[in-house]
């Protein structure tokens, strides 16, 4: 039973920065790719950050610039850090994972439980 598990998030002032960790227990999958997602009640889920394994990063434009994640495929984890937060960077962020299950084939999505971030003006 795959799980993500994220931690990180909280309050923070505007002009601030904030990290996010996320990480997949489980056992015989890889990874193909690990993302955040975001959406405020009422809104859509949009995409923060998202990256595959041995590919580059892709980041939503209203974070571009100020944010950056990183896959740790050894460990299963994905990391996503955020500087110069906004006001409107306030959201649930959402952890995503793309495995692989290797023995049965089947490429799943897995999501984590979200985590909040607070930004204050």
């Known amino acids: 039973q795959v799980q993500l598990v994220e931690s990180g998030g909280g309050c923070v002032q505007a002009g601030g920065s904030l990290s996010l960790f996320c990480a997949a227990s489980?056992?015989?999958?890889?990874?193909?790719?690990m993302g955040w997602y975001r959406r405020a009640p009422g809104t859509q889920r949009e995409l923060v950050a998202a990256?595959?394994?041995?590919?580059?990063?892709n980041y939503a434009d209203s974070v571009h610039g100020r944010s950056t994640i990183t896959i740790d495929n050894a460990k299963n984890m994905v990391y996503l850090q955020m500087s110069s937060l906004k006001p409107e960077d306030t959201d649930v962020y959402s952890c995503n994972a793309q495995l692989v299950n290797w023995r049965v084939g089947c490429l799943s999505d897995y999501w984590g439980q979200g985590t909040q971030v607070t930004v204050s003006s």
């Open positions: 990256i595959r394994s041995g590919s580059s990063p």
């Open positions: 489980g056992s015989d999958f890889s990874i193909n790719a």
